[in-house]
């Protein structure tokens, strides 16, 4: 009895410490997220150019093909997925560069948190501000190029798993390009094999719908990989950011 | 942070640490230990390792040697959050202003008893700067803005590379103030210099390291 009343005794500065930690790295994340909606506000004419490329090409295609709906309503949901690939892929390359030239990311080494969450704090509000805008546009899109309305449904659900997970790949690459001189093209090579898997599935699920096939399947491997990327990548990334603040 | 601990360990002592890139030694091997309340002076030419010493003492890089912080072993957790470095780069974004940035680092880091933002930036001069993007400010004024986050935050170990640099008269003595004060309350500082500035206290040890 009294042994057991004195570990609670024991534990008890244990568990306030752990939660003294638990609030101090909330209070980090708040903080980043704040500090990254805040720039991307800053430099909201940057971010409207990914959003501007989405919209040229899917209204161009219309033009270079020929106006046959069926046809463009066949490739509408391959040709929009690619579409947000390639736009995502210029913002990647600089999700950690601008901290690291100005030495923000010594401070994050210093601090007394733990580098793996705040690289996955930056990678959400990454997503928040450069990708979410193109899902909100994929309706309009998804009109331009006659997608079928029950396919698209589909198609933004694929994209709401593939687009964070392709954001963590690219976070891990971009932290370990992050230092390197003309790392944008470094970072497009080295993501096109980790890209092409996960497009496969989102087109796979988006083509099962429109043949009216279940779809579900190629959705839970891709949500499967998102989970694992989401435990994985942060730490990955943590250790590539060390590396790219010892160089 | 216990600022009160037995003065006969040091805060900070390193034990034949040393340096080498590319099989090329930069520094070492040195031995020294820098108490709270002291302030160790570390000088040397351009290019005779002084930023890499900072950089291998904040854990940035694998530095050969042991290091202890009030006796344990340096860790990331003995470590982080207790170490404050002030380098050439500030750590800070060029388009937010000094009071963005400052409560951003107050988000990581904490704060320290009964410093706010708007205090420490009228404590270095820069308080009709506030709200200034970063950019817009002149080098010395970010130095300032590089100062009032040592006031800002939690730490007790200051690594101040070079905090001389381009700084005015009165920026010299404000760092030197500033220092002092923060060894007044039990905390330490690593001050390095290429040795043109005058430091405050003639008294203070010093290392010279040989290009």
Same mark, same amino acid.
């Given at each position: 009895m009294i042994a057991a009343a004195r570990s609670v005794a024991e534990q008890k500065p244990v568990a306030r410490e752990a939660q003294a930690r638990m609030a101090g790295a909330w209070r980090a994340c708040g903080a980043l997220l704040r500090r990254d909606f805040l720039l991307a506000w800053r430099r909201r004419g940057e971010l409207f150019l990914p959003l501007l490329y989405a919209v040229i090409v899917t209204a161009l295609f219309p033009f270079a093909l020929g106006p046959d709906p069926q046809l463009l309503g066949?490739?509408?949901?391959?040709?929009?997925l690619v579409i947000v690939v390639l736009a995502m892929l210029p913002a990647l390359e600089s999700m950690f560069r601008h901290d690291l030239e100005d030495g923000t990311l010594e401070q994050w080494?210093?601090?007394?948190?733990?580098?793996?969450?705040?690289?996955?704090?930056?990678?959400?509000?990454?997503?928040?501000?450069?990708?979410?805008?193109?899902?909100i546009v994929m309706p309009l899109l998804g009109a331009?190029?006659?997608?079928?309305?029950?396919?698209?449904?589909?198609?933004l659900l694929a994209l709401l798993l593939a687009t964070p997970l392709l954001a963590l790949l690219g976070a891990v690459l971009s932290a370990l390009t992050a230092g390197?001189?003309?790392?944008?093209?470094?970072?497009?090579?080295?993501?096109?094999?980790?890209?092409?898997?996960?497009?496969?599935?989102?087109?796979?699920?988006?083509?099962?719908?429109?043949?009216?096939?279940p779809y579900l399947a190629p959705l839970s491997w891709l949500a499967a990989a998102l989970v694992l990327a989401i435990v994985l990548a942060p730490l990955a990334c943590a250790a590539a950011l060390r590396i790219a603040v010892e160089a | 942070m216990n600022l009160s601990a037995s003065p006969a360990v040091p +805060?900070?002592?390193?034990?034949? @640490?040393? %340096?080498?890139?590319?099989d090329e030694p930069v520094f070492g091997p040195l031995d020294f230990s820098v108490d709270r309340g002291e302030t160790l002076l570390v000088e040397g030419d351009?290019?005779?390792?002084?930023?890499?010493?900072?950089?291998?003492?904040?854990?940035? +890089?694998?530095?050969?040697?042991? @290091?202890? %912080?009030?006796?344990?072993?340096?860790?990331r957790d003995s470590r982080n959050g207790r170490v404050l470095l002030l380098g050439h780069r500030l750590g800070m974004s060029e388009s937010l202003s000094p009071r963005e940035n400052l409560a951003f680092l107050t988000g990581l880091y904490g704060t320290r008893t009964g410093a706010t933002v708007e205090s420490v930036l009228a404590a270095v001069g820069i308080e009709a700067w506030i709200d200034e993007p970063l950019r817009s400010l002149s080098a010395g004024q970010k130095k300032r803005v590089g100062l009032a986050r040592l006031l800002l935050l939690p730490g007790d170990l200051w690594l101040l590379d070079e905090p001389y640099a381009n700084l005015d008269r009165h920026g010299i003595e404000l760092v030197n103030a500033l220092i002092a004060g923060h060894c007044?309350?039990?905390?330490?500082?690593?001050?390095?210099?290429?040795?043109?500035?005058?430091?405050?206290?003639?008294?203070?040890?010093?290392?010279?390291?040989?290009?």
């Open positions: 066949r490739i509408a949901g391959g040709v929009l080494l210093l601090a007394p948190q733990p580098l793996a969450l705040l690289a996955l704090t930056r990678v959400i509000a990454h997503w928040l501000t450069t990708v979410l805008p193109l899902l331009l190029l006659d997608l079928p309305a029950d396919v698209l449904p589909v198609l390197a001189r003309g790392s944008g093209i470094l970072l497009a090579l080295m993501l096109l094999p980790l890209a092409v898997p996960v497009v496969i599935f989102a087109a796979g699920a988006v083509a099962a719908a429109q043949s009216g096939m | +805060l900070l002592a390193a034990h034949r @640490i040393a %340096f080498a890139r590319n351009n290019g005779s390792g002084k930023t890499t010493l900072l950089r291998v003492l904040a854990g940035m +890089l694998p530095g050969e040697g042991e @290091i202890r %912080f009030d006796g344990t072993p340096a860790s007044a309350l039990g905390g330490a500082a690593l001050v390095t210099s290429h040795g043109a500035v005058r430091f405050a206290d003639p008294q203070a040890r010093h290392i010279r390291l040989a290009a």
